[in-house]
């Protein structure tokens, strides 16, 4: 009987440390904020049918499973125990950006935010882009194909690993490329609306060191109604407030003769 408490006891104080140490992950003891638990979320594709025929399968699951994951993995090992393991993902982002001691959680949480917004502006169905997202290129880089020819110098000219944005910044449509574990995310007044990944794991199963090749490819994967709608959404009456709204026009042309004037070298947002 004496050995029956005692192992009654030793199981119940098991049973304690395991309840606790839940709580402690959890975040769930009283006075202490719930920790936030990031997770690989879903995607709009099946995976294992790849994005033809710029992403093979083999390469999108590499890219999502093992890259992605990675990530998510970090990212929620670096935030442990500090004070933004309660906040949500943008937050993190836009609070570690600043801090150098914070390079490692603030460079992994930015690439599992690019990761999770890339997987949107992409679909394996080729789309036509929409009348509205077209016409706000046209005005902003003076046609389609140009805004297209902005983007592929911009892509083509990142050295090394990074991603090229099309951002909608304050009102203006502009292509900016982030170095490494940056993002565009969180920057004041910008919105962005598409990516396109070219670090080497996003294409070197498929296209080795043929980079060029890739992004001719990319075209034709692209979710264009993702970016339009992501475009329409923004909120044009915050920026140009109801009694200043005929501003917009005379500052529109001014940034086309401002691009049509400049050269067109590589800016990092």
Not at 116 to 135: C, D, H, I, S, Y
């Amino acid at each position: 009987r004496p050995q029956a408490k005692k192992m009654k006891l030793v199981a119940t104080t098991c049973s304690r440390v395991a309840t606790q140490r839940t709580r402690r992950v959890a975040g769930t003891k009283v006075g202490q904020q719930k920790r936030t638990v990031f997770t690989l979320p879903e995607v709009p594709f099946n995976i294992n049918a790849g994005l033809r025929p710029c992403v093979s399968p083999k390469a999108l699951r590499t890219h999502y499973k093992k890259v992605h994951m990675g990530y998510v993995l970090r990212t929620n090992s670096l935030v442990a125990g500090t004070k933004h393991e309660s906040k949500s993902l943008e937050e993190v982002v836009r609070d570690t950006g600043r801090d150098a001691s914070e390079s490692a959680l603030h460079h992994n949480a930015a690439q599992l935010w690019n990761h999770n917004f890339l997987w949107q502006t992409v679909t394996p169905v080729e789309m036509k882009m929409g009348e509205p997202l077209r016409a706000a290129l046209s005005l902003h880089f003076g046609s389609e194909d140009r805004f297209k020819s902005r983007f592929m110098q911009h892509a083509m000219a990142v050295f090394g690993s990074g991603y090229t944005w099309l951002v909608d910044n304050d009102g203006q449509l502009q292509v900016v490329n982030t170095f490494n574990g940056q993002t565009v995310y969180g920057r004041p007044r910008v919105t962005p609306l598409l990516v396109c990944d070219v670090w080497e794991h996003a294409y070197y199963t498929d296209f080795e060191d043929r980079r060029l090749e890739y992004l001719n490819n990319w075209w034709k994967i692209i979710n264009w109604e993702f970016v339009e709608a992501e475009y329409l959404k923004i909120d044009r009456n915050a920026r140009f407030p109801a009694g200043n709204r005929e501003a917009q026009v005379p500052w529109k042309v001014k940034s086309e003769l401002n691009f049509a004037k400049k050269d067109h070298s590589v800016d990092d947002a």
